[in-house]
């Protein structure tokens, strides 16, 4: 049987340690441990990767503490328009969803577009009754508006009218959710959801839902879920490159991830983080802000998230009261 495997993240440029009461950090680690849990569920009775990836994916759009589907950054017209996307490394089957208003869990709207088997990409008001149509949740876009959200968004807009919002913090900025696994088939599998960056202009699409650029994944090689800066992934073709140095130059997983967050992405100044997972199970989380949330499953089922560099075991975390 094949090593089973899976990681996930909350975005990296998380919150100073002191912008958080102590108690919503335990709510945020404990909704990664959920994210963890869900996915992890999946795999041990001998689930699909692509389900799993879509459960650990679903736990952080229903968080408030992750900007993905509840709790989603604001646009500049301050409005949520959010992306998402999965991929089947089996046979390279994909499907995303972007510019959407009012479907609660993107991820699983990608998902279904991917089985449709009609398109790749939905956009704006079609994404929307695409999902309707499906089946899925449909809610009232003040559904994903949280207070912290409302906060970042004045404050961005307060940087941009003093020309300060290059020196705003990453929190302040963006953020991404997404998971990677390997199930005991051997295939790979990864999702990513985001609301994008906080004061983004109206109708900008970030890294997410691109293919090989936020999301990707390809059976023997790796599958991947990028978080930071969309631009500069699009650009980089972050993830299928990553794929692309481990398949036809040889590197390793961790190796292949690291030189495109810490030397290709260097020049851009940028934050930016990932997750990934490679055909034998290796894990990496290779990050270049002061913290990435993420969390990741060992062989033996022990599950660790962490968000900035201290690691916590989930079996002694503690939990929200």
Request: hydrophobic share 45%; aromatic share 4%.
């Amino acid at each position: 049987m094949n090593p089973t495997a899976l990681a996930i993240h909350g975005g990296c440029g998380v919150m100073a340690r002191l912008d958080l009461a102590e108690d919503e950090w335990i709510a945020a680690r404990a909704d990664l441990g959920r994210s963890l849990e869900a996915g992890w569920a999946v795999l041990t009775a001998g689930g699909s990767a692509l389900d799993a990836v879509e459960a650990a994916v679903v736990v952080m759009e229903d968080s408030p503490h992750f900007n993905a589907g509840h709790g989603a950054a604001l646009n500049t017209d301050g409005e949520h328009e959010l992306d998402a996307a999965i991929m089947n490394g089996a046979d390279l089957a994909a499907g995303s969803v972007t510019l959407a208003r009012r479907i609660r869990n993107p991820i699983r709207a990608a998902r279904a577009v991917m089985e449709a088997q009609e398109a790749v990409m939905l956009g704006g008001p079609a994404a929307d009754a695409f999902a309707a149509g499906a089946g899925l949740d449909i809610v009232e876009p003040s559904y994903f508006t949280t207070e912290r959200r409302v906060a970042a968004l004045s404050a961005m807009k307060r940087h941009q009218a003093a020309g300060t919002a290059a020196k705003a913090s990453e929190a302040e900025k963006h953020g991404t959710v997404g998971a990677v696994a390997l199930d005991s088939a051997g295939t790979l599998a990864a999702a990513t959801s985001t609301g994008g960056y906080t004061n983004k202009p109206a109708g900008r699409i970030g890294d997410s839902p691109i293919i090989g650029a936020g999301t990707y994944a390809r059976n023997g090689v790796c599958a991947v879920s990028g978080t930071g800066k969309g631009e500069y992934f699009i650009r980089h073709a972050v993830a299928h490159e990553i794929a692309s140095r481990m398949a036809y130059l040889g590197e390793s997983l961790e190796d292949a991830a690291s030189k495109v967050i810490h030397q290709d992405l260097k020049p851009h100044d940028i934050g930016a983080g990932l997750v990934a997972v490679g055909a034998d199970g290796a894990i990496t989380a290779p990050y270049n802000t002061d913290g990435m949330f993420r969390g990741w499953v060992l062989p033996g089922g022990r599950m660790f998230v962490a968000s900035h560099a201290e690691v916590f075991d989930l079996a002694t975390l503690p939990r929200p009261r």
